[in-house]
């Protein structure tokens, strides 16, 4: 167990709707991060948060958008939702911000857009 | 274009033997490397890393090698097990603010190892 809590674990949706997911870094951990897996390909970064604050960005989409609040859990928000964008959505947490510290990956979440 | 490449999709070794996965890179700037393994249903977990001062790590039976000349790293794992039967992700970052980038994982596709009883 990683300490790293994502839900919800399964999401089905339509096209053009709108979904939130959810995250919480391990305890202790200032920085979370949002990756996603496509089919056969490898985890893409979307975007970091640094307590509270957004640290880099990635190839996240304009549709998307995530924050970090004061309690260090995350959300990332996927609008207008097409169908290229089922995916597993990974939340991962490190204990700072640009360190070498390794990653924490939650179980990530499956979202399907039907 | 995918900075970090893992050519081989799967691999299938004898429990015993040694396991060898590869992956290339094509930013000369990454500095620092690191092994994730993934089993079905569950986050990437951290494996080994390495940093690009050296050019070999060791944790066990798994010890990563790193040839910045030819901007290879890979991974044995020594002797192999069924339960390394698992995704693995090679990933590379930039530890030093460059040219915007905040030093985030960039990862490979993965390798699909399977380990044989």
């Known amino acids: 167990d990683s300490g790293v809590t994502q839900t919800p674990k399964h999401l089905i949706t339509a096209t053009g709707q709108r979904v939130t997911l959810r995250c919480s870094p391990r305890?202790?951990?200032?920085?979370v991060y949002w990756y996603q897996q496509s089919l056969d390909q490898g985890l893409q970064f979307l975007i970091q948060?640094?307590?509270?604050?957004?640290?880099a960005k990635g190839n996240i989409l304009e549709r998307f958008s995530a924050q970090q609040f004061p309690d260090l859990h995350s959300e990332l928000n996927l609008s207008s939702l097409e169908l290229g964008d089922s995916a597993l959505y990974f939340c991962?947490?490190?204990?700072?911000?640009?360190?070498?510290?390794?990653?924490?990956f939650g179980n990530g979440t499956r979202l399907t857009v039907t | 274009d995918q900075q970090v490449k893992q050519n081989s999709p799967s691999l299938s070794v004898q429990e015993g033997r040694i396991s060898i996965l590869n992956c290339d890179y094509t930013?000369?700037?990454?500095?620092?490397f690191l092994w994730y393994k993934k089993y079905p249903a569950e986050g990437p977990t951290f494996l080994i890393s390495?940093?690009?001062?050296?050019d070999k790590n060791e944790d066990g039976r798994f010890t990563v090698f790193l040839n910045k000349s030819a901007k290879h790293l890979s991974l044995h794992i020594v002797p192999s097990q069924p339960g390394d039967s698992a995704v693995y992700f090679c990933?590379?970052?930039?530890?030093?603010?460059?040219?915007?980038?905040?030093?985030?994982?960039?990862f490979g596709k993965g390798t699909k190892l399977s380990v044989k009883p």
């Open positions: 990933a590379a970052k930039l530890t030093m603010n460059y040219g915007g980038s905040q030093g985030n994982l960039i």
């Open positions: 991962a947490s490190s204990v700072q911000g640009s360190s070498n510290s390794p990653l924490h």
């Open positions: 948060y640094y307590n509270g604050e957004e640290r």
């Open positions: 930013n000369s700037m990454f500095d620092y």
């Open positions: 390495i940093s690009s001062i050296k």
């Open positions: 305890s202790g951990d200032l920085s």
